[in-house]
């Protein structure tokens, strides 16, 4: 990890939706915290003005002008601190400059990506740069897919614990969530799409649950592309649409982890319905549904209310079976609402988790159980409102 250097964290994007909400959070959580160096970053410095101000961050936070599409600004600003938190998306568009200028630099990089096909190209071509270098560079530090990986991981290191061995099958099941996806999210989802109809490589990674673990394919995975009834759980579950992006980077932790849930690992994630009748309706309903890719998709800067976002939550089951009996259950929940609230906050932690925590984690593209773990689970508990824990 870098040493010597004018900031600790750079929030690239903080004129954006999300990045403005970074920046608010660091300004406050951090507010008597004087051993934190951070910074704001974007194209314009009259609007990093504005949002400074309208935030109520301090007057002598140093502002930063850099632009995706000059790539002397982005070398300079990455030069200049450990990490560069960045929210500036769709990423496939705006983010691959950035990652080439971190690796080379040996800057830590974290962003909220949920676009595989992306990532895998960045493995492929900055992985052993990043290496060489010492960069660390985590891609899915937001809604997706920290609490997914982070509670396969916390699952699995009970179950070391308590069984003496990881557990060969897992299922993620979302039981409760109040929020809204983010308007990223939809211009990730949009952009992804239109790379695929023109790229048939794209469209194949995109299907394939092993496109983040170059060189190792796994068993068949369950597709969870339909409405199913879930026996164990009395409870109908819908396809989820966050599984494409969680599912490759759990199995990529796996893989980091020198594959410590084992080769023969399974895991699938959808959202629970609830029983009956009902429960079946709003799973179909939910199978249907192709709001975050139509035209009334939230825009990139849009995004829910103060309210709003302070009043969601969500709540995810993990269930992991052996091949025997052998059966444990854990749970992560957050506060606020998951795509803004909670996001913010989670990538935010990621950033100073690198900094202070995961000071020992070598150079190299990484996913955050592998490259934080335990650590992060604890930033998190301390600071962003998650909850992990053990289900009877």
């Known amino acids: ?50 949002v400074r101000d309208e935030i109520g961050a301090p007057a002598d936070i140093p502002l930063v002008v850099a632009d995706t599409e000059d790539a002397a600004s982005l070398k300079a600003m990455v030069e ?43 493995i492929d071509a900055h992985g052993d ?26 699952l699995q290191q009970a179950a070391r614990q308590q069984l003496g061995k990881t557990l060969p099958r897992v299922k993620g099941r979302v039981r409760k969530m109040k929020g809204t996806f983010s308007g990223g999210t939809a211009a990730s989802l949009k952009a992804t799409l239109i790379a695929a109809k023109q790229n048939p490589e794209i469209y194949q990674l995109l299907g394939n649950p092993f496109a983040l673990t170059p060189g190792f394919t796994g068993p068949a ?29 759990v199995h990529r932790s796996n893989a980091l982890l020198g594959h410590a849930y084992g ?19 709003i799973a179909n309903a939910v ?21 709003e976002r302070e009043t969601g939550f969500y709540d995810v089951l993990f269930i ?18 998951p795509g803004y609230g909670s996001t913010s906050r989670m990538i935010a932690e990621s950033a100073i988790c690198l900094v202070r925590d995961a000071t020992d984690t070598a150079g190299g593209i990484w996913t955050t159980a592998p490259a934080m773990g335990d650590k992060l689970i604890k930033r998190l508990q301390e600071h962003a409102g998650l909850t992990f824990k053990l289900e009877s």
Request: aromatic share 10%; glycine share 12%.
């Open 287 to 307: 199978a249907g549904d192709k709001s975050l890719s139509g035209d009334s998709a939230p825009k990139p800067g849009e995004g829910p209310s103060k309210e």
């Open 129 to 154: 740069t990043a290496k060489q270098s010492g960069a660390r560079i985590v891609f899915s530090c937001g809604f997706d897919s920290i609490p997914f990986d982070l509670g396969v991981y916390f």
């Open 1 to 50: 990890m870098k040493t010597a250097t004018e900031f600790d964290i750079i929030v690239y994007g903080a004129t954006g939706y999300t990045g403005r909400l970074v920046a608010e959070y660091l300004s406050q959580e951090y507010a008597n915290d004087k051993t934190l160096r951070w910074a704001m970053a974007g194209r314009s410095q009259a609007k990093l003005e504005a």
């Open 320 to 337: 992991g079976e052996g091949n025997g009996s052998e059966k444990l259950m854990a749970s992560v929940s957050g506060k606020r609402d």
């Open 221 to 249: 995975q369950p597709p969870a592309a339909k409405p199913e009834f879930d026996e164990s759980l009395g409870s109908w579950a819908a396809p989820f649409i966050m599984a494409a992006i969680n599912t490759r980077n």
């Open 80 to 122: 200049r601190t450990k990490v560069v938190l960045t929210t500036v998306g769709p990423y496939q568009l705006y983010g691959s400059e950035l990652v080439a200028a971190c690796a080379a630099a040996g800057t830590d990089y974290v962003d909220l990506c949920g676009e595989p096909a992306w990532m895998r190209q960045m």
């Open 263 to 281: 080769e023969d690992f399974v895991y699938d994630e959808m959202l629970l319905t609830g029983p009956g009748e009902q429960g079946e309706k």
